[in-house]
Every structure is written in C-alpha cells, then in structure tokens.
T-cell receptor, first 120, second 110 residues
C-alpha cells in the first residue's frame, strides 16, 4: 500500500528555535498533503492543506507565519514551526492524497507516523 | 458543517469478545466513510472504508456498513485480540475535506 514517512519521529528543542518536519510520500505522487495536530487523547485538528506548487490553505485560527508549509514537490511537504514555544508541543501528523490517474485512490488519505515535538 | 460522533470510550473487553464501536455522522452530500486505527505513538492507519450507501468495508476481521438511512458507520469485530488494543477513529470525507471523530480507545485484556 501507499506509504508516507515523516522525519524526525521525535524532536526536542528549546523555546525560540525553529523546527522543520518533513513529510514524504514514498511510492506515489501526492498532489495534496494535509498537516494535522493531535493533542493527547483528542482527535486530529486540521492545520492546513497544501497542493504541490501553490500556497497552503490554513484553517481558521492557525497562524500561517508560525507554521510555515512548503509543498515543493509531488513527494515532499515540510512544516516549519517557527519560534517554537512550549504550547506548540504536540504530535504533528501529515497525510497525503494522490491525484487522478495515479495508483492510489483520490478518496483516501495516507497518514505518516507522526512527529512528537517537545518544546522546553 | 460536517461532524462525526463516536461512542465514548474507553472500551475494555476480554479477548475473543464481540466489539461494536458506534459512529454516526452529519454531512451534506454523499461522503465517503472511514475507520482509522492508531497504535500508541504512531500515526493513523486506514482500517477500512466505504464510499457509498450499503457498502461494507472490511479488513482484519473488522467490518462496517455505510447506512445512509441512519447516517451510521458502526465498527464491528466478532472476536477481538489483545493486539487490537488501539484508538479507533471514525471519519468522513466530503468535498475534499476530512472530518474525524474524537476517537475511541479500545483495550483488550487477555
């Protein structure tokens, strides 16, 4: 099946630093990628949707200047948490969806394993 | 807007017990419905899906039927195993956006 990887799986950083999380679709072209945030024992909160080559669409309440998303290619999207603070500590999950005519269903999202961010 | 309501957890069962996790939804149009499973420390994995009314999704002994008349997509398994312990999320997809339920934690004891 379709595989999505995330790197790093865990990161601990100091307050005020920036952290970049990579999301890759390993065996299919992801025309759309989604970034979610998950708090302990809660559901996924969609942060933004990105399409390759265009600017990300952020959900209401998500600071686009703080959470920078780049979808530079059909297999890579990055989320950069700028000037991280302890309240940004969370589990960040990316998800990818293939385009029409590809080997994956356009109806299905494939999720990465998540990145645990801890800001001290 | 769209919404998904799941049975509240946690759910604790003995091995080989029957499992039902209820899920109902509200959506405009004709959404696709999904069940995802999340093991500790991992991301979500697609468990099964159904794309139209009366479709039955099945995988690894789990089943769910898309019931348009009751707007439900309940997850069932006839005999659970300890390895099924995880958090289960019901979700719908409509107009390119996914909406997730709050998740139901299942613990299966030997």
């Amino acid at each position: 099946g379709a595989v999505v990887s995330q790197h790093p799986s865990r990161v601990i950083c100091k307050s005020g630093t920036s952290v970049k999380i990579e999301c890759r679709s390993l065996d299919f072209q992801a025309t759309t990628m989604f970034w979610y945030r998950q708090f302990p024992k809660q559901s996924l909160m969609l942060m933004a949707t990105s399409n390759e080559g265009s600017k990300a669409t952020y959900e209401q309440g998500v600071e686009k200047d703080k959470f920078l998303i780049n979808h530079a290619s059909l297999t890579l999207s990055t989320l950069t948490v700028t000037s991280a603070h302890p309240e940004d500590s969370s589990f960040y999950i990316c998800s990818a969806r293939g385009g029409e005519g590809g080997r994956t269903s356009t109806d299905t999202q494939y999720f990465g394993p998540g990145t645990r961010l801890t800001v001290l | 807007g769209n919404s998904v309501t799941q049975m509240e957890g946690p759910v604790t069962l003995s091995e080989e017990a029957f499992l039902t996790i209820n899920c109902t939804y509200t959506a405009t149009g004709y959404p696709s419905l999904f069940w995802y499973v999340q093991y500790p420390g991992e991301g979500l994995q697609l468990l099964l899906k159904a794309t139209k009314a009366d479709d039955k999704g099945s995988n690894k002994g789990f089943e769910a039927t898309y019931r348009k008349e009751t707007t439900s997509f309940h997850l069932e398994k006839g005999s659970v195993q300890v390895s099924d312990s995880a958090v289960y999320f019901c979700a719908l997809r409509s107009a390119g956006k996914s909406t997730f339920g709050d998740g139901t934690t299942l613990t299966v004891k030997p």
